[in-house]
């Protein structure tokens, strides 16, 4: 046990003198905390519009017989249209919201140093965005680049806007009028400059890479990034991502937190490929999404803790089994905290294995699940508070087998905890009975 405990503390002291200093530096980043607060912010057009894909595409074969199916697909397929309009009009474009939303929180950033107006921020990188990713043609604008191709260059496209607009605003490089001018008045015309130098800079370059590569800049940038896209998709980086996230929750850190706000870009950007191969009716590319990483890996909140609350329900310790009932109606909601706090699991070594194991092995279980196509892939957004296996469901177009995939996962879960669950278990009963004794002696004594 000594042994164990000395591996455990080698472990812990890694993580809080190496591990969470460096992810505290990088989530309190102000570029990385702008990015993870834009989609955020453009989180609700993609739930709004990933729930109309399901309906425009409902989960049944062309060839079904059942009444109800066969209404529902010659219905979706007769206004078609219709129905994907608000799509269009959400998902289809996430790019132009996740990048307005970028450029206003990033400029909150600079409000009091450098007086930056958030809202300008985000209008210049509207502007610029669109000049580079949806060129006129023929009287129209494309969007084609302005859903989750256009991702990686919103980001870099509202981060270069805002920096540069702080960068002419340090150097008094600007129109300046009078202070009695009305601040609306000001702002606008403070904008002149930037708005200047992204045409000059910017169309030029977008220019450049049409001539030269018959490409937009959006196209562009994810020939660039698809290595990354592809590596961010497979098996080793899902376990690699679990196990930083678990690893820094285990220590105190909300690792979740920091580990989604980093791969939400690669997350949105395989939705959306996803999403057009679904349309094109050709097979789905990609497994690792939010979705997935919500509803099939942490089932019942970080640590795959459904399982351990299940386990609770049953202990022969008052704790636990409170613990338990307070617990398991939150954790059909993926909130956990009421029992990683109130066992208490984080930096508790009794269960530093299966918070960090049962995770991964889910991990494992539904990569290969859907790469074996057992069940399908996940096309929509879903809140991470809908319960899992209905969430997953949703997610993956109401695919039944993926609520029974939940359901599974959630009893390995809690083959994994158990063990540990009845060392805990045993510790607390130790302790309960020695405070049960020490009551009672006390209440003799009174008497």
Not at 108 to 127: I, R
Not at 259 to 274: A, E, I, R
Not at 280 to 296: C, K, R, V
Not at 390 to 398: D, E, P, R, T, V
Request: hydrophobic share 55%.
């Amino acid at each position: 046990m000594s042994a164990n405990h000395a591996a455990f503390n080698l472990i812990f002291r890694f993580v809080e003198n190496y591990v969470s200093p460096i992810a505290g530096r990088i989530s309190a980043q102000r570029h990385v905390m702008a990015i993870r607060d834009g989609f955020i912010s453009a989180m609700p057009f993609m739930i709004v519009g990933s729930f109309l894909l399901i309906f425009a595409y409902p989960p049944f074969s062309p060839d079904t017989t059942w009444g109800f199916a066969r209404g529902w697909l010659d219905l979706a397929k007769q206004y078609e249209g219709r129905i994907l309009t608000p799509f269009d009009m959400t998902m289809g474009i996430m790019s132009i919201y996740i990048c307005a939303a970028i450029a206003y929180n990033l400029g909150k950033h600079y409000v009091k140093s450098h007086q930056l107006d958030p809202f300008m921020c985000a209008m210049l990188s509207l502007m610029a965005f669109l000049l580079v990713a949806a060129p006129k043609t023929e009287n129209a604008l494309p969007v084609h680049s302005l859903g989750g191709t256009g991702i990686f260059t919103a980001i870099l496209v509202a981060i270069y806007c805002v920096e540069m607009m702080r960068f002419l605003k340090a150097r008094n490089i600007g129109i300046r009028l009078p202070d009695q001018v009305p601040p609306m008045i000001k702002n606008s015309f403070d904008l002149l400059i930037p708005v200047l130098v992204v045409v000059l800079t910017l169309y030029p370059l977008s220019l450049f890479i049409q001539s030269e590569f018959s490409v937009l800049i959006p196209q562009a940038i994810m020939a660039l990034f698809k290595p990354l896209v592809a590596a961010a998709d497979s098996l080793p980086a899902i376990l690699l991502a679990v196990l930083i996230g678990h690893l820094l929750w285990f220590a105190g850190i909300h690792g979740a937190a920091i580990v989604s706000g980093m791969l939400q870009m690669f997350w949105l950007t395989n939705l959306g490929m996803n999403q057009t191969a679904l349309a094109q009716g050709t097979p789905l590319p990609h497994i690792f999404m939010e979705a997935f990483w919500t509803f099939f890996i942490v089932v019942g909140g970080s640590g795959a803790t459904m399982g351990l609350v299940i386990c609770y329900l049953r202990s022969r310790s008052v704790h636990l089994r409170s613990i338990g009932r307070l617990s398991i109606v939150p954790s059909f909601f993926n909130i956990n905290e009421p029992v990683i706090f109130g066992t208490p699991i984080v930096m508790n070594p009794v269960f530093f294995i299966p918070f960090l194991l049962a995770p991964l092995v889910n991990s494992v279980i539904a990569w290969g699940a859907m790469k074996m196509d057992l069940i399908g892939r996940v096309i929509a957004v879903v809140p991470w508070t809908a319960p899992a296996p209905i969430g997953a469901a949703w997610a993956l177009g109401w695919d039944y087998r993926a609520a029974i995939l939940v359901v599974v996962l959630a009893a390995v879960s809690a083959v994994i905890y158990f063990p540990f669950f009845k060392v805990y278990e045993k510790q607390l009963l130790e302790q309960e009975a020695q405070e049960s004794q020490r009551t009672e002696g006390e209440s003799q004594q009174i008497a």
